[in-house]
């Protein structure tokens, strides 16, 4: 089946720091792969469609500037928290689709602590 | 816009019993659901998905869709403790539609 790879699992940044983390589909090319952000006990939360080779598609109340989307590649895409704050403290969680098995697959996700 | 619901529990059940998960969905159009387990500081894992009305079992789960009334279910049988887990329905579609999830907890 298809493996999406997420790194780092886990981070601790200072506020004002930037944070970036990886998305990569492991056996698959993904033209499409999607970030979510989870807060605790919460349900997940689409933030932006990263699309391969063009700009990303942010959600409703998403900053861009704040979180720069890059899918510079078929195989990966990457979210950078900049100038991060401790209210961007989160679970942050990438997805891609295998179009020949159709349902998405999630990386295992990056706990973000920002201090 | 499409909208996915589930109750968003917690659903008790003792462990050996059934667990009963339901979703109703908005939009008549959709063609796939799918079933997600997510344990607590986890990402979401595929357990199940679904495409034709009716019954599609593996192993201890069932999924059931009914697209005249617009729900999928999820049964699973013998629970056991290890099933305790938030449970996310998905509609399918160029971008995915996740419900709330429903949070089960298996009583030993």
């Known amino acids: 089946g298809a493996v999406v790879s997420q790194h780092p699992s886990r981070v601790i940044c200072k506020s004002g720091t930037s944070v970036k983390i990886e998305c990569r589909s492991l056996?698959?090319?993904?033209?499409?792969m999607f970030w979510y952000r989870q807060f605790p006990k919460q349900s997940l939360m689409l933030m932006a469609t990263s699309n391969e080779g063009s700009k990303a598609t942010y959600e409703q109340g998403v900053e861009k500037d704040k979180f720069l989307i890059n899918h510079a590649s078929l195989t990966l895409s990457t979210l950078t928290v900049t100038s991060a704050h401790p209210e961007d403290s989160s679970f942050y969680i990438c997805?891609?689709?295998?179009?020949?098995?159709?349902?998405?697959?999630f990386g295992s996700g990056t706990r973000l602590t920002v201090v | 816009q499409k909208e996915v619901e589930q109750n968003s529990g917690p659903l008790s059940v003792p462990e050996g019993a059934i667990a009963s998960l339901n979703c109703t969905y908005s939009?008549?159009?959709?063609?796939?659901f799918f079933w997600y387990r997510q344990y607590s500081g986890k990402s979401p894992e595929l357990i199940m998905s679904i495409y034709s009305n009716g019954d599609k079992e593996d192993g201890r789960f069932t999924a059931q869709l009914n697209k005249a009334s617009q729900y999928v279910s999820l049964l699973i049988r013998d629970s056991q403790p290890s099933d305790s887990a938030t449970y996310l329905c998905?509609?399918?579609?160029?971008?995915?539609?996740f419900g709330p999830g429903t949070r089960l907890s298996v009583l030993p």
């Open positions: 056996d698959f090319q993904a033209t499409t």
């Open positions: 939009d008549r159009g959709s063609q796939s």
């Open positions: 997805s891609a689709r295998d179009m020949a098995d159709y349902g998405y697959t």
């Open positions: 998905a509609q399918g579609g160029q971008n995915f539609v």
